[in-house]
């Protein structure tokens, strides 16, 4: 049976000039949303540690309000709840761990950029310094708003990373390795402010650099 009006409609390839141009707007849509897709995780990677440093300030000023006359725990006796003589040692991790219902998860203390360190599940099990990313400033205090509270802790002193332990910036003038932000880094100041891509610090720092006296405890 035949029915009206049906009909065959014939399919055609596309010809040579049609194929050329759906090539060329594939090639040229590749070549707009390549690059945008490449450099996400970067732009991602930068803004998660600087992220991470303000949540750590903000657990700092947390932490400094509700203990010890505002004071931050470096600042403060162990016996009253600080880390004070932990942190002259050099010790980054009992800092931490006295903050830690402030910064509420471990994961915050490790960079994006940083393939050294592993992120930790809480901070009394298994938590070490291999999940910190980030130095802590011995001296910090409210008192100075432009001292150093924290930051990247992938230096270099005289050409070499910097140990784990106590590095004083009145003698020594630090700058960043290149396998994190590319010989930058990351720091949270004490007035809780993070600035990004400061390129060194310490004594003799160069123009443009940041100069500081501060210890600083290298996890």
């Known amino acids: 049976m035949k029915l009206r009006g049906s009909h065959i409609q014939s399919i055609r390839g596309l010809t040579l000039p049609e194929v050329i141009v759906v090539v060329f707007i594939l090639v040229f849509l590749l070549g707009v949303l390549l690059p945008a897709v490449l450099t996400r995780p970067h ?27 505002d004071r931050f725990p470096n600042a403060v006796s162990i016996t009253n709840g600080g880390s004070m003589e932990l942190a002259l040692t050099g010790d980054v991790l009992s800092t931490f761990q006295v903050m830690s219902n402030e910064l509420s ?23 070490t310094t291999s999940n910190i990313s980030y130095f802590i400033g011995v001296d910090a205090t409210d008192a100075q708003p432009g001292g150093l509270l924290s930051g990247d802790a992938n230096l270099l002193v005289n050409g070499r990373p910097a140990p784990p332990g106590l590095l004083n910036l009145a003698t020594n003038t630090a700058s960043w390795t290149k396998n994190r932000h590319n010989l930058t880094g990351n720091v949270l100041f004490c007035d809780g402010s993070v600035s990004m891509l400061v390129p060194q610090m310490g004594r003799n720092s160069a123009p443009g650099g940041l100069t500081n006296t501060d210890r600083l405890a290298i996890p």
């Open 43 to 69: 732009r991602d990677y930068r803004l998660n540690c600087i992220d991470n440093l303000k949540e750590i300030g903000l657990a700092y000023k947390i932490w400094e309000g509700d203990n010890n006359n």
């Open 105 to 127: 998860t471990p994961k915050i203390l490790v960079c994006g950029w940083d393939s050294s360190h592993n992120y930790a599940t809480n901070f009394s099990v298994n938590f």
